[in-house]
């Protein structure tokens, strides 16, 4: 375990670039500070998420990705480190599994609407979505975990699907995407 912080602002950083965690510093527009960043706003979002009410289950779930989504921060500021597994994606995969089958099929688009706890995690999708795009690009430059980058995509599947079943258990209807509108 590396050293807590006991003072907050170091000044380091006033010149544009921040320590990663093996001690090189990179200017904080790097594809990797965009990354990690993009995760910690992701990891907010579900905090938000975490403060709306929400179906009993659902807060178990979240909180464990919150732990994984700070497990694959730490990941990206150390290269070459691997803190995700694919044992990681195959529970997410079974999570999304098990809440989708409780949803009737998908015939439509549907816009991201709905209460304050579904159009959170619908939001929260979308900022999962900037995060693998962030991965990517980064992943261009040197090789990441591919586990973390299957974790990502797999993650803003299940935020989709939770967002399905957010608003079904609250008693929403969904709001269906139309070309033809008045």
């Known amino acids: 375990m ?10 380091t ?8 965690g093996d001690g090189a510093r990179v200017d904080k527009d790097d594809p990797r500070m965009e990354a990690i960043g993009t995760l910690d706003e992701l990891n907010s979002l579900l ?16 909180t464990d990705i919150q732990h994984d989504l700070f497990d694959l921060g730490g990941e990206l500021s150390m290269p070459g480190a691997q803190t995700i597994a694919d044992t990681q994606v195959t529970k997410l995969e079974k999570t999304l ?13 549907i816009l991201p609407a709905g209460d304050q706890a579904t159009a959170t995690c619908h939001l929260a999708r979308a900022v999962c ?7 990517v690009t980064l ?3 040197e090789t990441l975990n ?5 974790y990502i995509n797999r993650l803003s599947d299940l935020l989709f699907v939770m967002a399905r079943f957010i608003a079904r258990e609250a008693g929403e209807g969904e709001v269906f995407w139309s070309r033809e509108r008045e």
């Open 146 to 150: 591919p586990a973390s980058i299957r």
């Open 139 to 141: 992943d261009h430059g």
């Open 2 to 11: 590396g050293h807590r912080l006991t003072k907050i602002y170091t000044r």
């Open 97 to 109: 599994d098990d809440i989708n089958w409780t949803l009737p099929p998908l015939k439509e688009f």
């Open 13 to 20: 950083g006033d010149n544009g670039t921040t320590g990663l």
């Open 47 to 62: 905090g938000m998420l975490l403060a709306c009410p929400l179906p009993e289950r659902i807060p178990a779930i979240l």
């Open 129 to 135: 979505r900037r995060a693998e795009r962030r991965m």
